[in-house]
């Protein structure tokens, strides 16, 4: 891959992935597919006028690092596992938005409506406190490392 795609793809990289790490951190949903599922049902239809952009962030971000994970020639060996490790914690979050915390929410919102939250309820929620943590805290590594990957310099090639 040439210096000016590896550039382009550096931004689009570090772009996607600062806005999913800002998501996940400080917005009120994660932006991978799936993320409307999160939403209480009331919210649904006004915030999803810009669904399928909010969509493409996550997996931009996931397929800009993969590619330079194994696309990027003459680069230091640190910038590679920087980009490796950034594509694996891309993985890690959206594998959590999928796997976890929508099923939780789908159930969640399928309990009939209770004066008291059961034991299962509260379990769901518990469960669901960490796995949007683990994917939080991945998701806020995988902007870290391709930061970090960004900063690193260039090896000179020959």
Known sequence: MNRSIESILRFINLTSSGLLAGSLGFGDAALMPGWEHEL??????????????????????????????????????????????????????????????????????????????SDRSHSLVRNWTRAHAVRTTLGIGAFVCAVASNLAHRAHAK
């Open 40 to 117: 209480p049902p009331e919210r649904r239809a006004q915030d999803l006028a810009n669904r399928s952009y909010f969509n493409a962030i996550g997996p931009v971000a996931l397929g800009t690092a993969v590619t330079l994970a194994v696309g990027s020639r003459h680069v230091r060996p640190i910038k590679r596992v920087l980009d490796t490790a950034t594509a694996v914690a891309l993985a890690g979050v959206l594998a959590a938005t999928i796997m976890v915390t929508v099923p939780i929410n789908k159930e969640l919102e399928e309990q009939p409506p209770s004066d008291y939250p």
